[in-house]
DNA sequence: GTAGGGTTAG
């Protein structure tokens, strides 16, 4: 239909060529995608159209510019190109900008570079397309090129082209030269520009100077939705997901409704947090406000729901969703592996291959995990190489950590050992790892001390690494050199970071660290400890110092253990909570081995259900048993 | 011609 009308148009109108042709091409194809179908004003826009042209000087730039505008291939862009340099029109400025922008729209930035090196004249938008283009394409150094020639040409610096070289840093994580921009903003007086603001705040926020990026945003003159959503993501991406919620609640104050962007920055928060209190609060606000969430709304309510511990209300957000697409499907598999529902994940996997939706590399991921964190180790190898052999998706190292770890849990060390030396990519901090912490696990001192070489090859500064060699020595004893490694740690100034545990109760966070005394009912809560370790004694509690990581004595151990922050935030939990209601608590590490052990006595002996959310995992302990399967 | 959104190993 499409082909025939053209073939017609042509006929009548034979001048018709380049340029006007793409411009009519693209307009009877818009008519088409509109879905008109009535003939008779499909002949009536095509015979205005022709008459348009034909009235029209073909040397009019305008009609250059609205052809540009319409066309869909670069090809055609390339064609209108020599057209003008046939009817000499490349002088034309605002026709040139335009081409420029094309070509920057259709990624060939060669192009586009070309036309712009040979500009006999530039206005600010030509350079802020080039250095937008530049900026979008991740092209850093030729962005920043581009833009010192800018700030030397001594043209005019309009606000149009600093947003996006401050993206560029930002994405660099390039503080230096963000710093920079940010003077030249001052010295050309845009600094209070919304655009370069919003950029700046966005830019300190995400090279970790949060301190900065506050004090911007609060000097704002205006701050709009966007505004106000940077900030609000900024703080939950330095750690401060709690500030975030206090900011979306101010932002509601001043009037402003949250749009979908907004509700999934705050939904993200939420995750972090873990709070399900507030879970449940966004949720109604989302479902007052739309009838269901689009995709990726709908994707951080499912990862919300699950990091707060709701594995069945992420399912029943996914299962409401009315479309998914392959994140939403891995966010759920995601969920699944770290609830410790191995066998959910894999029937979930299956159902997404019927479903025709095409598996990724963090669908792998995410299944090999669950299978690791449930033991699944001959699901996980068949995963491992259905991922090779049917979908053609080469394993990067993290596919290879989650396989040494699936292999390391069982104990497989040395097969885990020889996939690492026969891997083909680098391997990384994370793969040796976990081959470490599976040597821990099983007392592979020898293997351990190979693993930590090799970390400390590739990372002398990480604590931890130092940390887990020091605990594989303590734990077999190997007191001499728990204390040669202390000496080093101590002239590095490396540091354990201390564990602290959040427990939920009357709406809000109580936080615990070891043998934490700053909480008001301290001493009722030491003393509900103390009676409820007699009482676990009584069933069989007997507390293991080997998670004790220091040579001290037994007795200094046992005190040790007693109060960490775990232990105390449970002990707060039972005393504030309900009774019927699950005690939540998240942990900043993992959880050690004796408090695993004292959660499920509790929650055999006070018959609570304890959800734990520690670093890496969730623990839902029932009656004694706990879902990971002791499996950690 | 300029700013904000979802999954991922240890």
Request: charged share 20%.
């Amino acid at each position: 239909m499409f082909k025939l009308k053209l073939q017609r148009l042509f006929t009548v109108n034979p001048s018709i060529e380049g340029p006007k042709f793409c411009s009519v091409a693209s307009s009877l194809q818009f008519l088409d995608d509109g879905g008109q179908t009535n003939h008779q004003i499909h002949e009536h826009n095509t015979s205005i159209l022709s008459t348009q042209i034909q009235q029209t000087p073909s040397m009019d730039p305008r009609f250059y510019v609205s052809a540009l505008m319409n066309c869909k291939h670069l090809q055609q862009i390339k064609s209108i190109h020599a057209q003008l340099s046939v009817n000499g029109l490349l002088s034309d400025l605002l026709l040139i900008n335009k081409l420029l922008y094309m070509y920057v729209r259709y990624n060939s930035l060669d192009d586009a570079y070309s036309l712009f090196d040979k500009m006999p004249e530039r206005n600010p938008a030509s350079w802020s397309v080039m250095i937008g283009g530049f900026a979008k394409a991740g092209n850093y150094t030729n962005c920043f090129e581009t833009f010192r020639e800018y700030i030397k040409s001594g043209e005019h610096l309009d606000v149009y082209t600093l947003p996006s070289v401050i993206r560029v840093c930002r994405d660099r994580k390039d503080l230096k030269m963000g710093r920079l921009v940010h003077h030249i903003a001052h010295k050309f007086g845009l600094h209070k520009n919304t655009f370069v603001c919003v950029a700046l705040v966005d830019m300190y926020a995400k090279c970790g100077i949060i301190d900065d990026a506050r004090k911007l945003f609060d000097i704002m003159p205006e701050r709009d939705l966007t505004t106000w959503t940077v900030m609000i993501g900024a703080c939950a991406a330095s750690g401060n997901a709690n500030e975030s919620l206090v900011l979306f609640d101010q932002m509601r104050e001043s009037g402003l409704v949250p749009d979908k962007v907004s509700m999934v920055t705050i939904v993200n928060a939420c995750a972090k947090l873990g709070a399900m209190h507030k879970a449940k609060l966004i949720h109604d606000l989302i479902q007052t406000q739309y009838r269901s969430p689009d995709v990726i709304l709908g994707t951080a309510m499912i990862d919300m729901y699950a990091k707060c511990g709701s594995i069945d209300s992420a399912r029943q957000v996914f299962d409401e969703m009315p479309q998914r697409n392959v994140i939403t499907w891995s966010t759920m598999i995601s969920a699944y592996g770290y609830h410790g529902q191995g066998q959910k994940a894999l029937e979930l996997f299956l159902i997404m291959c019927k479903n025709r939706i095409a598996p990724n590399k963090i669908t792998f991921l995410s299944l090999l995990y669950a299978c690791s964190h449930s033991g699944l180790v001959k699901d996980g190898l068949q995963i491992f190489s259905q991922m090779q052999d049917e979908y053609f998706i080469k394993p990067d190292v993290k596919h290879y950590t989650c396989m040494v770890d699936l292999l390391g849990r069982a104990g497989r060390i040395n097969e885990a050992f020889t996939m690492i030396k026969n891997m083909k990519v680098e391997k990384d901090e994370g793969l040796w790892s976990a081959f470490l912490a599976a040597c821990r696990v099983y007392n592979q001192v020898e293997m351990a001390q190979k693993a930590a070489e090799s970390l400390l090859e590739i990372n002398p500064h990480n604590p931890s690494h130092c940390i887990m060699l020091s605990n594989i020595y303590a734990k077999a004893a190997k007191w001499d050199d728990v204390a040669k490694i202390r000496v080093q740690m101590n002239g590095k100034n490396v540091k354990k970071t201390p564990g602290l545990t959040w427990v939920e109760a009357h709406n809000t966070f109580y936080k615990f660290s070891s043998g934490d005394r700053t909480h008001c009912e301290s001493n009722a809560i030491y003393e509900k400890l103390e009676g409820l370790i007699g009482k676990l004694k009584v069933n069989g509690y007997v507390p293991d110092t080997d998670f004790v990581l220091h040579d001290v004595s037994e007795e200094v151990k046992l005190g040790n253990l007693y109060a960490h922050s775990e232990k105390l935030a449970i002990a707060y939990g039972l005393m504030s909570v309900p009774e019927g209601n699950p005690i939540r608590v998240t942990k900043n590490l993992r959880v050690c081995g004796d408090c695993h052990t004292f959660i499920k006595v509790v929650s055999l002996v006070e018959g609570r259900e304890i959800i734990v959310r520690d670093a890496k995992r969730f623990h839902h302990v029932r009656e004694g048993v706990c879902s990971c399967g002791d499996y950690w």
